[in-house]
């Protein structure tokens, strides 16, 4: 609407993995853009999902986990998280709150901590949302926020269920108001700022994760190879994954077949409800031992290639 004020920014969502941040990236959007199992370090790249609220657009940057990175994968995640953080208008911490709360020694708790302090170094102030409010007692709630809101670096404390939907209005209500004025950065029907080829491939990662999530660890990537309009107005896609190891690969794969094809199959019925037309999926499994050291690789997912340490 013209001459109307607009705000539009920029919300970097930040936690330690598998804290549910994108559940939440997908809640606030209202539809689903990035991909979420129940394995740590599910979201590999920085994912952009749009949310309308009145006359503001926000930006959630959904990142992936911030932990102790080791493989060079692991640090260009970890690297492109923060620098998810510096470029924000606001800044959420979200913090998987049973866990904290049960186990304050944890590896979520160490990592929680780190963030924390990341952001004590730049200055920056931020939002927590205690996540997963439903799967603990209300009462534990409490001492966590106190325990938290010590460090200072708190403006707000929001306690939510991302999965249940509970707590997002006055979210999206906060998020909006740090908002600049500006203009929209998208159209206002786009939910979520990602290649459908690399969308495309995220979410076959997500099924083969869903299935093999207890043989095939970090071990795993999927390229789409080719996207192919056909004059039907269907799409035929053909992915890669690849995995590390012949025995990997005999995973992936199964017995007779079957893996590959239930998760082709998981895939193929997602990706025609998000892309509303046929796709014809062709899944095919390749050893690459050292797909995490490929360059090429970081390209296609616009994360930075770490040097050697
Ligand atoms: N009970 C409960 N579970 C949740 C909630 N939000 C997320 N989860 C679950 O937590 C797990 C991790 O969710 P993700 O959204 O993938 O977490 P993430 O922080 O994006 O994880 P990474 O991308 O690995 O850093 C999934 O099994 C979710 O279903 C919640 O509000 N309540
Ligand atoms: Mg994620």
Not at 85 to 90: L, R, S
Request: hydrophobic share 40%; aromatic share 6%.
């Amino acid at each position: 609407m013209e001459g109307m004020m607009t705000r539009c920014g920029f919300v970097a969502v930040l936690g330690a993995p598998n804290a549910g941040k994108s559940t939440l990236v997908n809640a606030l959007v209202g539809q689903k853009v990035s991909i979420v199992t129940q394995k740590v370090q599910t979201t590999r790249i920085p994912v952009r999902g749009i949310a309308m609220h009145g006359q503001t657009q926000i930006v959630f940057v959904d990142t992936p986990g911030i932990f102790a990175p080791k493989r060079r994968l692991d640090r260009a995640m970890v690297q492109a998280a923060w620098t998810g953080a510096h470029d924000a208008d606001a800044i959420l911490v979200v913090a998987d709150a049973p866990e904290l709360s049960n186990n304050s020694r944890g590896l979520a708790a160490a990592d929680t901590e780190r963030i924390v302090e990341g952001l004590k170094t730049a200055g920056k102030r931020a939002a927590l949302v205690l996540n997963k409010v439903d799967a603990m007692k209300r009462d534990a709630l409490l001492p966590l926020a106190e325990q938290l809101n010590a460090t200072g670096i708190f403006e707000r404390i929001f306690m939510i269920s991302a999965t249940k939907g509970d707590g997002l209005t006055e979210l999206l209500d906060y998020c909006a108001a740090g908002m600049p004025e500006g203009p929209f950065l998208y159209p206002e029907d786009q939910a979520a700022d990602i290649p459908s080829r690399l969308l495309a491939a995220e979410i076959t990662r997500e099924k083969l994760y869903l299935r093999l999530h207890d043989e095939i660890p970090y071990a795993s990537t999927v390229t789409t190879e080719s996207w192919k309009e056909q004059k039907d107005g269907s799409v035929r896609i053909e992915q890669t994954i690849f995995v590390e190891r012949e025995g990997q690969k005999a995973i992936v794969i199964g017995k007779g077949g079957r893996a590959i094809k239930a998760i082709g199959e998981a895939a193929r019925l997602e990706l025609e409800q998000l892309f509303g037309r046929r796709v014809h999926l062709f899944l095919h499994s390749k050893v690459a031992e050292r797909w995490g050291e490929t360059p090429a690789h970081y390209r296609e997912w616009g994360l930075e290639f770490p040097k050697d340490q």
